[in-house]
């Protein structure tokens, strides 16, 4: 073993670049690296992670960890400027980093193709990472991560179901419907504490392509958005649009507009945050469930422990409110967005052993590796080995979390480089399987995508940094506008009817079809290709 060993770290040295240092004066020694992680609030310092250690001394090096909780974003541009970055960073990165801090990233491809065959082997077999890894130059910057194994769509509609119970209704499946059943929640002490005005009948999160937002009812009026709709664009017929300027958005604000003017929609979710949303519908300090229909990603995530049994999926709900509507309703597809993600892991310039980097890198791809990348390690107790290429992942060690927060406790989790081969067979934990078979709920609605018209795969969309800057400065233009307006039409302060066309004129002038025609020319090339 310690000659293999050896052997490998000579070849290493030879086939190295002409600028790369050489691994170390002895290679009894493992070669120092420095590395940063932005981290999950959850996640325990990367030093006590064991699958961690373990790849590092597989790749024959020690990394020195720098992980970062919070503010990142307001302190990233202060420390790309200064140039001084370590050798490794993880899920500190976008698109833009490698144009406006030029020369401050290793440019990836020659390393790849000497030192990274697992990585080699993603790129070949799920080509859209490698599409995802390039820049509108065909250079590679950062590698990507493919976990296989999560659902089409990240949101579900909840229903609470002993509520519909207790009053004697069935799971609605029309918009109408939906608000019937909303009546009757606020009215008729849904969850029977004996207090008639504790029942929210409706919450929601955030708005332009959030998961939780009630704008996923836009499918209900035939508009199909895939990977959250970011900021409102879908394509249709070929097209790139944006429903914030569609008549049918007017058709579903005017609607949910009906639903707050009659106390059917929690009147804090304007302001509240994730946690308030979150804490919310896992009831109140008597274990009385308070919310009636609710959209997240897993019921013991959304709901807890004690509640989430009362809860079903429903959705989506045809259109029996309006002529905008349909019968056959759309669902939000989000499998590229919710497998796929781009700059996992990226290298700095500077980096003295770039050779050595590149293959503690290739490391995380390993087919094994990855699975513990996502949710914790063999050697942590978190995952078990049951046969070649088949794993299991265990219970929480401690009793007392959930396995959805265990996984983000435990290891990177989805913020880690990883790539999950569709023929991995994973065995998941409770949450997992639960939010499996809760999207079955949307398999009929999903299905009706037409993938040559109507997918739009924004995260492959490739843009010149001209373009990229332009979009950025109008898109907050854009949004500006969009944002300011959909809370004053929901709540009533201001009317849609009176607006929509001064609003619309407002979005355009903003420079609306500017990104439009630049999305558009985007969008065609990659059809193209």
Wanted: hydrophobic fraction near 35%; include cysteine.
């Amino acid at each position: 073993m310690k000659t293999r060993k050896l052997m490998a770290m000579a070849m290493a040295g030879a086939m190295a670049l002409p600028t790369c240092t050489a691994f170390a004066d002895s290679a009894e020694e493992p070669v120092k690296l420095t590395g940063l992680f932005i981290s999950h609030s959850l996640t325990k310092s990367l030093n006590d992670m064991q699958w961690l250690q373990e790849i590092e001394e597989k790749a024959g090096v020690e990394v020195e960890w720098e992980q970062i909780y919070t503010d990142w974003d307001q302190t990233k541009s202060t420390r790309f400027a200064s140039g001084d970055i370590p050798d490794i960073l993880i899920n500190a990165t976008d698109d833009s980093d490698y144009a406006t801090y030029e020369g401050l990233f290793m440019e990836l491809t020659d390393l790849i193709d000497q030192y990274a065959p697992n990585v080699q082997a993603m790129f070949e077999e799920e080509p859209d990472t490698l599409a995802l890894a390039k820049t509108y130059e065909g250079e590679i910057y950062a590698l990507p991560k493919f976990q296989g194994k999560w659902p089409d769509c990240n949101g579900v509609m909840f229903i609470n179901k002993t509520w519909l119970d207790n009053l004697g209704l069935e799971v609605p499946t029309t918009l109408g419907e939906l608000k019937d059943v909303l009546v009757a929640f606020r009215d008729n002490d849904a969850n029977g504490n004996g207090d008639a005005s504790d029942e929210i009948p409706m919450d929601f999160n955030d708005w332009f392509g959030a998961a939780y937002s009630l704008t996923n009812l836009i499918g209900s009026y035939g508009i199909q958005l895939t990977n959250w709709g970011t900021d409102g664009y879908f394509v249709e017929d070929g097209q790139v649009k944006n429903y914030a300027v569609d008549e049918r958005y007017k058709a579903l604000i005017s609607y949910l507009a009906d639903l707050y003017s009659e106390g059917l929609i929690n009147e804090n979710a304007i302001t509240n945050d994730y946690s308030m949303f979150q804490s919310l519908s896992r009831g109140d300090e008597n274990g009385d469930a308070l919310v009636g229909v609710v959209l997240g990603w897993e019921e013991t995530d959304k709901f807890g422990p004690t509640l989430h049994d009362q809860y079903v999926p429903c959705g989506p709900f045809a259109d029996d409110v309006d002529d905008l509507g349909t019968d056959e309703p759309r669902w939000t597809y989000d499998y590229s967005g919710l497998n796929m993600s781009s700059n996992r892991i990226c290298m700095s310039a500077n980096c003295a052993n770039p050779e050595a980097a590149m293959k503690f890198m290739n490391e995380f791809y390993d087919s094994e590796v990855s699975v513990e990348v996502l949710f914790g390690g063999i050697s942590d107790g978190c995952l078990e080995k049951t046969g070649d290429n088949s794993y299991k992942v265990l219970d929480p060690l401690d009793p007392d979390t959930d396995s959805g927060t265990w996984k983000w406790t435990s290891s990177m989790a989805d913020n880690g480089p990883m790539y999950i081969r569709r023929s991995t067979t994973i065995d998941m934990a409770q949450d997992m399987t639960y939010a499996l078979e809760e999207r079955e709920q949307y398999k009929e609605a999903i299905a009706r995508i037409d993938m040559d018209k109507e997918y739009y795969p924004q995260m492959l969309m490739k843009y010149t940094s001209e373009d990229q800057n332009n979009m950025a400065v109008t898109q907050a233009n854009v949004s500006n506008v969009t944002e300011a307006y959909w809370g004053l039409w929901l709540t009533g302060e201001s009317n849609i009817e009176d607006d929509w066309d001064s609003y619309v004129e407002e979005v355009n002038a903003a420079g609306l079809q500017d990104i439009l025609a630049i999305r558009q020319a985007s969008y065609d090339s990659w059809k193209a290709q």
